[in-house]
């Protein structure tokens, strides 16, 4: 139930280029070539206006097309009166396409759907993936569309500021109940803008006192003999005409476009593509934004004062309290020395100089972003301030490996400490190389991602941040990505010393820089060099040993699941009484409602076809079987799709185990994730779901799985936060929470608590902190609003403690900016005292739930640190090799089974004192499943 991390933005580009047009009418920006720019200096002021405010983690921009659309073939007129495109709009429109791919951020159009369609279908896949989603557009239209994570963004525009509108504001500012009747609004009134009709001597006004009394324009048609006069003359001769402009109005939203969340990630823009654009526009201002002032001069020679291979001088070790050099830089405008090392001589003098360092930072280059996959073509090290060092591998395996053991001494070294960016990838890497790193680390990543935990943690971004430097981007040396990117193994090694010198120099130069920062946050650095740093080399070991996957079982699951989903097909075909597509949205909207008359009136799509989603779909199956049974066909199909016929492509080849890639700097929350595959989303709801478990399976016979997880660990930690009495008793003596909180909330006793008042309860327990509204409760539990609310004034009665926990947390976080974690990990809340109520609402659900979620996330990461020391100073076999939420997956011998589950659940146990006790659960199985 952990809330979402990701923000995606949705431009309405023609919105935005309208306004562009607009905003320079009067007064045209002419470059000294006399090409109007207006259009595109507006929309790239826009875009960076979010892009650096906002800080999006992922973005789109969608476009429309010349081709019609369905709202053409329904009403020819539809915006037929609008006037000629302006020419600075039509030569404006493919640079702004160019300027946005330049950004790395996906141009979205598709013939036959406006850009309206195609945001309302990505708003609301991304809404139900768990992002917040931002439609950026001045169009009052989209106010149809929101919901409790999609918002309308409104970009600031002539002194007006920005405005973010949510659920309430939208209803405030249409006079309306249900966001959905902004379409009725539009159908009564009409939209000039899009030539949209409505019906004639309607306004605002009046439509909004319309829609009040008949919830709609179909009820307001059907209901036409309760008006009076002229309204009633108009009604009657125009209603069909606002029941089309209606349909006119509303936004498609089952748009055949995919929501792919990778392709919409965030990573900055290609300089090589966008600097060019910039110059030939001649935005100068805007260049200094993006890229900075150019340096005036060369700077001086990058010296520290430390030992250098190529000096003839002895000097001290580096200090810390250096002034690193800030004015904006680039390895064309900025001087360094970069070495490329490929004689067995060199290579032994440098590792003479690293073996002297307190601490070195170290790069490599490879062959794959897939670490375990991956093969090290080359190794960078800096300890001097401008200066690095590129080793050159040899191609073949064997001979690259025995050239890295030369450096195995030094890398092993635990007194000199390594510094680097995202090391566990460099650890990992070196693994199969026979190296085990070893040392106090510093991750340039890592101690960015405690300091900003929201912001980009790549080294480009962090460089621009506190450098004001400007990397070499990958494709500078591999070319543009795609099929014809180069690897780096076809790159000449005195090719790759710039890119490779430079990562290691800027990485170093950014590890002084942070330590000043952390300097002053001794919680963070706590944190970092008990927690985060620790267990990157923890992970990294998981990340090698991998898990094993029974392929036979996933071939036989698959089966299976076939068979079912044949199964589930011929009954709903017997019920339906035909044969159908039901992967058809159209066929089965047909079958449904036209056929089989499930609802007397069923909600419909923008395009005129019946909804037929998994919502519309759970709220018939409850009476329906057909209904029941396509939700069945529809969960077969995709755990085979997604998770039965995938596993088996992302087993290695090299070991034939699968090995999950885990992020330890992506959710703010402090929250691992996983990817490749991404185990956090294996399903577990469903019997089917949970059967994918089976496939997880230990060495060999002669191991066993040991899951343990933690119990109702961030209710604990809420009952400990807020000292409430009631619950930590009933967490002290065993008692079952969600009964004892009916209990209280039905004002029943113990043992009258049915399975329904318990369900609700349970329900309640998690929801309160993570702010569920009544609404939310009320959906959640298919009850009546005024019922959920009754719920949680109830719960707030009984539990007061736990609304004096959530009202001190939002007013701390208003006083400071932040909320922490029990280990001090900050989350912080710059929404908190906006006065926009969708956003401080936002902010102020993140300042309850943020520090018992991301406690959550810190005691489990102590847990697997401290187990991973326990394992080693042991000298056990077992190996920890999965973490999934709240649960650790260990790959046990049978004869370590009894001492290891002991020693995992007293080490989870104690992993941080609270007033509640923390409980695991631990099992131990021939496979995840009946481990779990």
Request: negative net charge; hydrophobic residues 40%; glycine residues 6%.
């Amino acid at each position: 139930m952990s809330k979402p991390e990701k923000k995606l933005f949705l431009l309405d580009a023609y919105a935005l280029i309208y306004r562009a047009h607009f905003a320079f009418s009067k007064n045209p920006r002419i470059s000294s070539k006399g090409v109007n720019t207006g259009v595109m200096f507006g929309f790239m002021n826009t875009l960076l206006e979010v892009l650096q405010k906002q800080k999006p983690t992922h973005i789109a921009v969608a476009f429309d097309t010349s081709a019609p659309t369905f709202r053409h073939e329904q009403f020819a007129e539809y915006k037929a009166h609008r006037e000629e495109t302006p020419e600075d709009i039509k030569t404006g429109i493919p640079v702004v396409k160019d300027i946005v791919r330049a950004f790395n951020i996906p141009v979205i159009e598709l013939d036959g759907y406006e850009a309206d369609d195609i945001i309302g279908t990505l708003a609301k896949k991304a809404g139900e993936a768990g992002f917040e989603v931002f439609m950026m557009t001045p169009d009052k239209d989209f106010g149809q569309l929101v919901d409790e994570h999609v918002y309308l963004y409104k970009p600031a525009y002539m002194g007006n500021a920005v405005d973010v509108l949510g659920v309430p504001e939208v209803l405030e500012k249409w006079n309306i109940e249900r966001v959905d009747q902004v379409k009725d609004m539009l159908g009564l009134q009409g939209d000039a803008a899009d030539n949209i009709p409505g019906i004639p001597g309607i306004g605002p006004k009046t439509a909004a006192k319309l829609i009040k009394e008949f919830g709609s324009v179909e009820e307001l048609v059907a209901n036409v003999d309760k008006l009076k006069g002229k309204q009633k003359e108009n009604v009657e001769t125009y209603g069909q005409q606002g029941v089309l402009s209606k349909e006119l109005a509303t936004i498609n939203t089952e748009v055949p476009i995919e929501f792919n969340e990778k392709e919409l990630l965030y990573e900055g823009p290609d300089e090589e593509k966008l600097k060019p654009i910039c110059e030939e526009l001649e935005f100068k201002t805007i260049m200094k934004r993006i890229f900075g002032e150019e340096a005036s001069g060369k700077t001086a020679p990058l010296s520290s004062g430390q030992l250098s291979m190529f000096s003839d001088e002895s000097k001290a070790t580096i200090d810390a309290n250096e002034t690193v050099a800030v004015e904006k830089g680039s390895i064309k405008s900025v001087e360094h020395d970069y070495h490329l090392i490929t004689s067995a001589e060199k290579r032994k003098e440098l590792i003479e100089f690293l073996q002297k360092q307190e601490e070195f930072c170290f790069d490599t280059e490879t062959t794959d972003i897939d670490a375990v996959e991956a093969e090290v073509v080359g190794l960078a090290f800096s300890y001097v301030k401008g200066e690095a060092y590129y080793v050159a591998l040899a191609e073949s395996f064997e001979e690259s490996k025995a050239i890295l053991q030369e450096f195995k001494p030094v890398m092993e070294n635990e007194k000199v400490a390594k510094i680097g960016q995202n090391v566990k990838y460099d650890i990992l890497v070196l693994k199969k190389y026979g190296i085990h790193v070893k040392g106090k680390i510093f991750d340039t990543m890592l101690a960015h991602y405690v300091i900003e935990p929201e912001m980009p943690h790549n080294m480009d971004a962090i460089a621009e941040q506190y450098l004001n430097y400007t990397c070499v981007p990958i494709t500078a040396v591999l070319g543009a990505k795609g099929k014809q990117q180069r690897n780096m193994r076809d790159i000449a090694p005195k090719d790759i010393v710039e890119y490779a010198g430079e990562d290691a120099d800027i990485t170093l130069q950014l590890k002084q820089v942070l330590s000043e920062q952390l300097k002053k946050e001794e919680k963070l650095v706590s944190l970092l060099d008990k927690v985060e740093y620790p267990l990157a080399y923890v992970l990294s070991d998981m990340e090698f040993e991998g898990v094993r996957i029974d392929e036979g079982a996933l071939k036989q699951m698959s089966a299976e699941l076939q068979e079912a989903s044949v199964q589930a097909q011929e009954e709903i075909f017997k019920i339906a009484g035909c044969e159908f597509n039901i992967a058809s949205p159209k066929q089965l909207g047909e079958v449904l409602f036209d056929r089989l008359k499930l609802m007397e009136k069923p909600k419909k799509t923008k395009s005129g076809q019946y909804a037929t989603g998994e919502e519309i779909l759970s709220r018939l199956a409850a009476e329906h079987d057909i209904a029941r049974k396509i939700l069945e066909f529809r969960e077969y199909q995709k755990l085979k799709s997604t998770y039965v016929d995938a596993l088996p492509k992302m087993i290695s080849a090299s070991d034939g185990r699968v090995h999950t890639d885990y992020g330890q700097a992506v959710a703010a929350t402090g929250r691992l994730s996983s990817n490749n595959p991404n185990l956090q989303n294996i399903p577990i709801r469903t019997e089917k779901g949970r059967e994918i478990r089976k496939a997880f399976v230990p060495r060999d016979e002669n191991h066993v799985l040991l899951s343990a997880d933690y119990s109702q660990i961030e209710l604990r930690i809420a009952a400990s936060f807020a000292q409430d009495k009631d619950m930590i008793e009933a967490f002290k003596n065993g008692r079952d929470i969600h009964a004892t909180t009916a209990a209280k909330v039905f004002n029943v006793a113990l043992e009258d608590v049915d399975p329904n008042m318990r369900r609700k309860a349970k329900e309640v327990n998690f929801g309160i902190i993570y702010g569920i509204s009544a609404f939310g409760l009320s959906q959640n539990l298919n009850i009546p609003r005024s019922e959920a609310n009754d719920i949680i004034n109830a719960y707030f009665k009984e539990f007061s403690s736990i609304k004096k926990y959530m009202d001190d947390s939002v007013n701390k976080a208003k006083e400071q900016g932040y909320v922490e974690t029990i280990m001090g990990r900050r989350r912080y809340l710059r929404d908190i005292n906006s006065r926009n109520a969708t956003m401080r609402g936002y902010a102020e659900r993140n300042a309850i739930n943020a520090p018992i979620q991301g406690s959550a996330a810190d005691i489990i990461k102590v847990a697997m640190v401290n187990i991973h020391q326990w394992l080693k100073e042991e000298k056990l076999s077992t190996k920890m090799i999965l973490q999934v939420h709240d649960e650790l997956i260990f790959d046990v011998p049978k004869a370590e089974v009894e001492k290891v589950k002991e020693n995992v659940i007293r080490l989870m146990m104690s992993a941080v004192n609270l007033e509640v006790p923390l409980e695991v659960e631990a099992g131990v199985g021939e496979n995840w499943l009946k481990a779990h």
